[in-house]
């Protein structure tokens, strides 16, 4: 799988009528080919897209030729009658998609697995030294490449500090050392959080450095979603 595609698989769903309205904000050049009910499509750039007074929301398109030029022909459209929407060689697929939400990737430095392996283990000591739940050693496969490792250790602390702001709510704390007592870091295309058995796995792109690294909410919302 391509790096692109992997970012990809990290932006939010969207509705049609926010990726409009941050199309035409944003990325007022980039060129769109809109598919309506009546089976008729067009293709152009957003001139302005808002609501009207019946709070429908409506856009202007002007049309582009064969070599995506912009011609005297405009289109005025209902977005209640737009079923699909195609963007034309973008600048900026992930930013567009995400409407501007997926972070740059962090800056690495690199490292060695003893860095990670120490830092796994602060991992188990802190966490069980601040809510007194035995969660284990983090077990991984750990890459070999130096930036990765750095990328591993620096999801590793946010991974802490996440399961430690959600140990302050007693319920979750108190089904968790029912329920778990290790963890493990799965490298993988896609976020996922298991409770398999005892052990607790956590799902992500650990080694890919070029992925935006999980957000603290998304994950406390997995991770409360397993207790």
Known sequence: MNKLNTALKSVPAIDKQELLFY????????IVKIATD?????????????K??????????????????????????GIHKITAIELI?????????????ASKGEQYEAIGK?????????????????????????????PTDGLELNRVLKL????QQAIIDLFKEEDALTSWKARYNKIVFVNSDKL???GVNDSVEILFAFNNINVPEVSAEVL????TGIL
């Open 192 to 194: 996922e959080v298991k």
């Open 38 to 50: 009546s089976g008729f499509s067009y293709e152009g750039v957003l001139l302005s897209i808002g």
């Open 52 to 77: 009207v007074r019946n709070d429908d929301v409506v856009l202007a398109l002007q049309i582009t030729d064969e070599r995506k030029d912009v011609t005297n022909s405009f289109v005025h459209l």
């Open 220 to 223: 406390t919302q997995l991770l």
């Open 156 to 159: 590793t602390q946010k991974i």
């Open 23 to 30: 199309i035409a904000a944003h990325f007022p050049d980039t």
């Open 114 to 142: 003893l860095a990670v392996q120490r830092a796994f283990q602060s991992f188990s000591e802190t966490i069980f030294n601040t809510h007194g739940v035995q969660v284990g050693v983090p077990a991984m496969e750990l």
């Open 89 to 101: 060689n973008p600048a900026d697929l992930v930013n567009i998609l995400s409407l501007g939400k």
